[in-house]
């Protein structure tokens, strides 16, 4: 199990998204997603995320270098894990459900509340609408394509939807970030804390690690 400390840098709700290039390179907390769990996928593009906060929002940089690139969809709450896709789950301590935020790399998002895997509600359009995201690659669907790629997507996830007060934070909640794409020439299912299962399964929170709060 992984641990990770999240910095807090009041000023980022005054900025634009786009724009925090500086604030992630230096003051974010930078952790690498590179942990194969199950050998039969053995493929794993260079994945790094950075993780920063303001009193009201989490912020998130992901980076991707990998062999082909693929976004399908562009409607929220569709399957984006079939693309190239990276992803956020996390927990509250007191709380029987976990919650993911998966990405494609234009931005897509698809959000759930979960208690387990099967039994789901959607998050709201308007708590969707609220999830911020600029990403490098232009938001167009387009087909698998072959190469080498690389893209950047930027996050912010007000705290209010992850059920939690940004100016009375728990010391930690319990979460897990992926890189994921399922229907693409190198499908691959990659972590940063390390999944102990026989199957790629990503709804586990009992492998997830702690992430702190300063």
């Known amino acids: 199990m992984k641990k990770l400390t999240v910095p807090v840098?009041?000023?980022?709700?005054?900025?634009e998204l786009s724009s925090l290039d500086f604030?992630?390179?230096n003051k974010a907390c930078r952790e690498s997603i590179d942990v194969i769990n199950w050998s039969e996928f053995p493929y794993k593009p260079i994945t790094v995320f950075d993780i920063?906060?303001?009193e009201k929002s989490l912020y998130l940089r992901y980076f991707v270098r990998g062999n082909s690139l693929k976004a399908l969809y562009s409607e929220d709450n569709s399957p984006v894990h079939l693309d190239s896709c990276v992803e956020f789950f996390m927990k509250r301590d007191e709380d029987p459900f976990y919650i993911n935020f998966e990405f494609n790399?234009?931005?897509?998002?698809?959000?759930?509340?979960?208690i387990n895997r099967k039994e789901s509600t959607p998050l709201s359009k308007e708590e969707l609408d609220s999830i911020q995201r600029y990403s490098t690659i232009p938001r167009r669907t387009f087909p698998e394509k072959q190469g080498i790629y690389e893209w950047?997507?930027?996050?912010?996830?007000?705290?209010?939807v992850m059920g939690l007060?940004?100016?009375n934070l728990p010391e930690k909640i319990w979460g897990n970030f992926y890189?994921?794409?399922d229907e693409t020439v190198s499908p691959h299912y990659v972590?940063?804390?390390p999944i102990d299962l026989k199957e790629p399964d990503f709804h586990c929170p009992p492998f997830f690690g702690e992430i702190f709060f300063k």
């Open 165 to 167: 007060d940004g100016k």
């Open 105 to 114: 790399c234009i931005g897509t998002c698809h959000a759930e509340r979960h």
């Open 9 to 15: 840098f009041p000023t980022l709700d005054v900025l």
């Open 152 to 160: 950047e997507l930027y996050i912010k996830i007000p705290f209010s």
């Open 179 to 181: 890189k994921c794409a």
């Open 191 to 193: 972590s940063w804390s």
């Open 52 to 54: 920063i906060r303001s």
């Open 23 to 25: 604030v992630f390179e």
